[in-house]
């Protein structure tokens, strides 16, 4: 199943941004088992929604290769706001 992870960094911006994708994303791509990703600047900081083909990629993702690379420098300055739940409806255009 499908697992929605989102993140908001309140007081971020593009740079804090793209150092941290710099910094635990493939080059070019995006991590095994992450099958969307999209971000913006939103009011009062930086908002990041991912998807997972489940659970466990993402869990596996976040506790060994984006929490180890913390502190990034240039990186988010402020703890983040996460939200996660299991999909129960995921719906892509021309599908």
């Known amino acids: 199943m499908s697992y929605l992870l989102s993140h908001f960094w309140p007081g971020a911006t593009e740079a804090n941004y793209q150092a941290e994708i710099a910094a635990v994303h493939p080059p070019g791509g995006l991590p ?40 990034v420098p240039g990186g988010f300055p402020n703890p983040v706001q996460e939200r996660a739940a299991e999909a129960s409806n995921l719906q892509v255009k021309g599908s």
């Open 32 to 71: 095994e088992g992450q099958t969307y990703h999209i971000a913006g600047p939103t009011d009062g900081g930086f908002l990041i929604i991912a998807v997972w083909d489940s659970k466990e990629s993402c869990d596996r993702f976040v506790n060994e290769i984006l929490l180890p690379a913390q502190p």
